[in-house]
């Protein structure tokens, strides 16, 4: 990977590991517009401000847009989101996986 490349992956993952970044983006990955409001309480948690903050951050790098409906994501916000929806999958593998090595090993018996 080339330090463009590099370069390009770390100013995308610095956009999106602002506070609640991705939680706004998952919360309108069905496609379905949503008011400010209904944002809100779809990220849960979240103050007005920063939400105010994550949606002029996400509008200026093309992933979100606002129309007269509400916000929505943009096709390039589309495309991200296909992206990290692969992590899904691997989540549930790896959550699965941690809670095995937590449980405890059954007694061996002596044969």
């Not at 919360?27 to 849960?44: C, E, K, N, Y």
């Not at 929806?85 to 018996?109: N, T």
Request: overall charge positive; glycine content about 6%.
């Amino acid at each position: 990977m080339s330090s463009k490349d590099n370069a390009a992956t770390f100013q995308l993952l610095a956009l999106l590991e602002a506070r609640y970044a991705i939680r706004v983006l998952w919360a309108l990955r069905d496609g379905h517009p949503q008011t400010f409001r209904l944002l809100q309480d779809s990220v849960g948690g979240i103050t007005p401000n920063t939400l105010n903050t994550r949606l002029k951050e996400l509008r200026e790098a093309g992933l979100v847009q606002h129309g007269p409906e509400g916000y929505t994501v943009t096709a390039s916000g589309h495309d991200l989101l296909r992206r990290i929806s692969d992590l899904q999958a691997f989540a549930a593998r790896w959550v699965a996986a941690q809670a095995r090595k937590r449980q405890p090993l059954p007694p061996q018996e002596n044969p």
